[in-house]
């Protein structure tokens, strides 16, 4: 690692995390003219809305939603964006500033000069699992994130290159560089916003569930690929064969209140998407069966229960039970064993796909990047809103605010809620700094 | 352009070797796409036709032709009768005349 000898650049306000929550405060402080730095752990901005179908309760695009704010935080003459970046070593050098290192990982692309075209990717002869399409499909090493990402300019896997040249040899702006070599950035700063959001459920952790063992047992969040125009099939496919599916499951509460696996609280969001996706299911695959085994459902939201209604009425079978076991048979389709609680009865049932609705859980990798500070954390994990009810962006460290589902599983509309609050605090507590 | 450009990749070579994983992912899908191809050459085929045609085992499959269709080399025909399964066809290289 370099040696940090460049003086620190100041701005007001340090965002970390460019999803839908990061994104709304940054532009927020922007606009009251405070100057921000933004920095993304990933390849682009987004977060994981840029990578939804529709937002539940109203049906809207989500990409549709967030790609102009992920343009006006990319433009906006105020924010300085770092991606493919982490914020480290967050210390406070006085009463009203924190240094911080940024450090920059390598593209081996030359960010300003590659244009997105392509070339790198398909000359590229080896392929891994797409994580942007939640490995139900390859990439390339050298490859642009997705079609939407922002910035749309193409990387370098390193870990997965095969150090060909081929794609160094076919860019004609010559933006491959493999001498890069990660950087650190110092920046000083008064206030810091934490907008990391979450991380998803790891499904493996439910071994009676079967995924990653049969291939039709698939999250949430690999429906929702596949419920997107970007998606990694030509239609909803079953990954094991390419099947398309009739009659498809989904199982609440997959890693959500269960202390067993280590996250017993609710996340909040997957009834609601589960009901979304199942209304964009049955509009997608006009002839198919859904059917939701659930716990309770938590249709607490505005329009919430309305939604949840009119998936009934559109022919969802709701079945109010405990999965215990997902077994495959020969011909891929699987069978749910589960107690039907209405009927007290232990009962089996086929289905030729099964969604594991896979709860969220607190994004841990952010205390350490404090490491003279102590930044307070909840039972769960989730940074600690130390003031809930008065000053719900506060945490355990003055000049140091929370935003969106970095505090608590939350919705869309509540992280942006959320960071309004955060960016309005933030703005506030630096107009009364010394 | 410069001919005389040094090729960054050349220096990075003297620094890293190549991942042994990276070298059996670039083989697996350089025989996987060779087989497909094969196997595609004659008629369009669904997913278990050609399983049945190559002997590779339909998930693999199914990741590799959806890998090959995102790229372009593979193309979505009709839905087979019983409504289960698209047939699938190498995608035709547009000739000059073509775009004319």
Known sequence: ????????????????GGGIAGEEAALNLANMGFYVVLVEKDLSLGGKMIHLSKVFPTLDCSACITTPKVSETARHSNIKIYTYSEA???????????????????????EEECTGCEACEKVCPVIVEDQYQYDLVGRKAAYIPFSIANPRIATIDIDNCILCGACEKACLAEAIDFTQKPEVIPVEVKSVILATGYDLFDAQKLPNYGFNKYKNVVTAMQMERQLVPTR???AVLRPGDGKMPSNIAYVLCAGSRDATVGNPICSQICCMYSIKQAQLLMGALPMADVTIYYLHIRAFGKGFNEFYMQARG????????????????????????????YKGKVKESEHD?????????????????????????????????????????????????????????????????????????????????? | MSAEKTRTIDVIKQQRQVPELAKQRRKAFADMRKTIRTALEDEPKTIPELAAATGLQVG??????????????????????????FYYELTKKQTHNDKS
């Open chain 1, 88 to 110: 480290k070593d967050i210390k406070k050098v006085s009463n009203n500033r924190f240094s911080v290192n940024i450090i920059r990982k390598p593209r081996y692309v030359i």
């Open chain 1, 1 to 16: 690692m370099p040696e940090n000898t460049v003086p620190a650049s100041q701005y007001d306000a340090l965002v970390i």
């Open chain 2, 60 to 85: 693999d499959l199914t990741y590799y032709l959806m890998t090959m269709r995102k790229y372009g080399e593979v193309t979505v025909g009709q839905v087979d009768d019983d409504d289960e399964y």
């Open chain 1, 314 to 341: 559109m022919g969802v079978d709701f079945v109010k039970g405990k999965i215990a076991k997902i077994s495959e048979k020969e011909n891929g389709n699987l069978i749910i064993r589960y107690e039907d609680v």
């Open chain 1, 232 to 234: 990694p099939f030509n």
């Open chain 1, 353 to 434: 796909m099964v969604v594991l609705s896979t709860g969220i859980m607190a994004n841990q990798g952010i205390t350490g990047m404090f490491p003279d500070l102590n930044l307070d954390t909840d039972p769960y994990h989730y940074i600690k809103q130390i003031d809930e009810l008065r000053n719900p962006s506060r945490t355990s460290i003055p000049g140091v605010f929370v935003a969106g589902a970095v505090s608590g599983p939350m919705d869309i509309p509540d992280s942006i809620l959320s960071a309004g609050a955060a960016s309005s605090e933030t703005a506030s507590y630096m107009r009364r700094l010394p």
